[in-house]
């Protein structure tokens, strides 16, 4: 009786020994192990204690070492829940690892990507040298001869291309009012280019970057009113699209693709899409005897050139994903705010030398652009810039 007593003794003890520690089960993912130490010869040794020391002292040193043994089966416990807390501290880590390793892999996408968007600021005029007698499709006179797009930095030209109305097709002209272009010029550099597109001062390299592609698309529209006044605006004649992949190899010693197409050879870069050529608009006159006589203008159009630049990552620029992380986190830290607020200009002059529309696209930060910058590169000078002196 008193075996089972002392068993019930130390059983209490360690139950409440055990009340005492939270129970976590496995709904959270962490899972405790406890222990309940018994043994076939405990009454025994307790019966043997109680006749030869007497039963208080036996019974308190049972009590004693069954509470010890407690302890150490609970620390037991908690070691062997501490492995599983760091066994979940490193899968928090993984987890860590991945969110940072996708959010590095989304800041590279976004840096792999970069495009823009040329509008001319005002209308265009003139894509015939003189107006019509004979119809709002007549297509003599036509001036427009093609589109060209630059850019440059520090005075270097960075990127250019020019496309001209393709001679080889001049027939669709007449028989369809329609015209195509052929690329003849190209200067384009990966390494010069607008990619990585990012705030911070990471340069283009191969050794991280591949597939530079440029993509441009040109559109042409116009508004016009036709012989029972009816006003058609904004609308789009005809869209050019240009798609070149830019290899490394085919790079010079400066890092550039340079492209020039021969008099008489088919064009190496093909310019995808078509347009019609631009509608006049009618406009009624009297001549000089009062008689009234139909005539159709000039044609004035819009053109938009929307360019854009992408690539994709190497696999070693993968594998150093952390370092490169690390190294973008502390450049964050160093770069001024200022540099993340831009300012674009634009302005449009006619060339006569070039006989062409010449639209000037500034691009900086706002701290950059001056007064003395906008003078220097034949820019309008800001209003607040003109109040200052």
Same mark, same amino acid.
């Given at each position: 009786? /008193?075996?089972?007593?002392?068993?019930?003794?130390?059983?209490?003890? &360690?139950?409440? &020994?055990?009340?005492?520690?939270?129970?976590?089960?496995?709904a959270?993912?962490?899972?405790?192990?406890?222990?309940?130490?018994?043994?076939?010869?405990?009454?025994?040794?307790?019966? /043997?204690?109680?006749?030869?020391?007497?039963a208080?002292r036996?019974?308190?040193?049972?009590?004693f070492?069954?509470?010890?043994?407690?302890?150490?089966?609970?620390?037991?416990?908690?070691?062997?829940?501490?492995?599983?807390?760091?066994?979940?501290?490193?899968?928090?880590?993984?987890?860590?690892?991945?969110?940072?390793?996708?959010?590095?892999?989304e800041?590279?996408?976004?840096?792999?990507?970069?495009?823009?968007? =040329?509008?001319?600021?005002?209308?265009?005029?003139?894509?015939y040298?003189?107006?019509?007698?004979?119809?709002?499709?007549?297509?003599?006179?036509?001036?427009?001869?093609? =589109?060209?797009?630059?850019?440059?930095?520090?005075?270097?030209?960075?990127f250019?291309?020019?496309?001209?109305?393709?001679? %080889?097709?001049?027939?669709?002209?007449?028989?369809?009012?329609?015209f195509q272009?052929?690329?003849?010029?190209?200067?384009?550099?990966?390494?010069?280019?607008?990619?990585?597109?990012?705030?911070?001062?990471?340069?283009?390299?191969?050794?991280d970057?591949?597939?530079?592609?440029?993509?441009? /698309?040109?559109?042409?529209?116009?508004?016009?009113?036709?012989?029972?006044?009816q006003?058609?605006?904004n609308?789009?004649?005809?869209?050019?699209?240009?798609?070149?992949?830019?290899?490394?190899?085919q790079?010079?010693?400066?890092?550039?693709?340079?492209?020039?197409?021969?008099?008489?050879?088919?064009?190496?870069? +093909?310019?995808v899409?078509?347009?019609?050529?631009?509608?006049?608009?009618y406009?009624?006159?009297? %001549?000089?005897n009062?008689?009234?006589?139909?005539?159709?203008?000039?044609?004035?159009?819009?053109?938009?050139?929307?360019?854009?630049?992408?690539?994709?990552?190497?696999?070693?620029?993968?594998?150093?994903?952390?370092?490169?992380?690390?190294?973008? +986190?502390?450049?964050?830290?160093?770069?001024?705010?200022?540099?993340?607020?831009?300012?674009?200009?634009?302005?449009?002059?006619?060339?006569?030398?070039?006989?062409?529309?010449i639209?000037?696209?500034?691009?900086?930060?706002?701290? /950059?652009?001056?007064? %003395?910058?906008?003078?220097?590169?034949k820019?309008?000078?800001?209003?607040?810039?003109?109040? +200052?002196?």
């Amino acid at each position: 009786m /008193k075996t089972n007593s002392i068993w019930k003794t130390s059983v209490c003890v &360690l139950a409440s &020994l055990l009340a005492a520690q939270p129970f976590v089960g496995h709904a959270q993912g962490v899972e405790y192990q406890t222990f309940i130490y018994t043994s076939e010869d405990l009454a025994t040794e307790i019966n /043997k204690l109680s006749e030869n020391s007497g039963a208080t002292r036996s019974y308190m040193g049972d009590v004693f070492q069954a509470a010890a043994g407690s302890l150490k089966g609970l620390g037991a416990g908690y070691i062997i829940s501490a492995v599983d807390l760091g066994l979940n501290a490193v899968g928090a880590l993984f987890t860590a690892n991945r969110r940072h390793r996708q959010e590095w892999e989304e800041t590279v996408k976004k840096e792999n990507v970069y495009q823009t968007r =040329i509008n001319t600021i005002t209308d265009v005029s003139d894509f015939y040298d003189r107006p019509s007698f004979d119809g709002a499709m007549d297509p003599k006179g036509m001036r427009f001869n093609g =589109i060209g797009c630059l850019r440059r930095v520090d005075k270097d030209t960075t990127f250019y291309v020019s496309c001209h109305i393709d001679r %080889d097709y001049l027939h669709r002209i007449v028989n369809h009012s329609k015209f195509q272009l052929a690329l003849d010029t190209l200067i384009i550099s990966p390494e010069h280019s607008s990619l990585p597109n990012t705030e911070l001062d990471i340069p283009y390299r191969f050794e991280d970057r591949k597939d530079f592609t440029l993509t441009l /698309k040109m559109k042409i529209t116009s508004s016009w009113m036709n012989e029972i006044v009816q006003l058609q605006k904004n609308q789009e004649l005809g869209e050019f699209s240009i798609n070149i992949r830019v290899p490394k190899e085919q790079l010079d010693e400066r890092g550039y693709l340079r492209y020039v197409r021969q008099e008489g050879e088919p064009a190496k870069y +093909k310019v995808v899409g078509e347009s019609f050529i631009v509608p006049r608009s009618y406009m009624g006159f009297r %001549d000089e005897n009062d008689v009234y006589k139909d005539s159709w203008g000039t044609g004035e159009y819009n053109l938009s050139i929307d360019i854009k630049e992408t690539c994709d990552v190497t696999e070693e620029y993968r594998a150093r994903w952390k370092s490169d992380r690390k190294m973008r +986190k502390a450049m964050v830290k160093t770069a001024p705010l200022a540099v993340r607020a831009w300012e674009t200009i634009q302005r449009q002059h006619w060339d006569e030398l070039a006989q062409a529309w010449i639209i000037t696209t500034l691009k900086a930060p706002a701290t /950059k652009v001056t007064n %003395d910058v906008l003078t220097k590169m034949k820019m309008p000078v800001k209003k607040d810039d003109k109040n +200052k002196k």
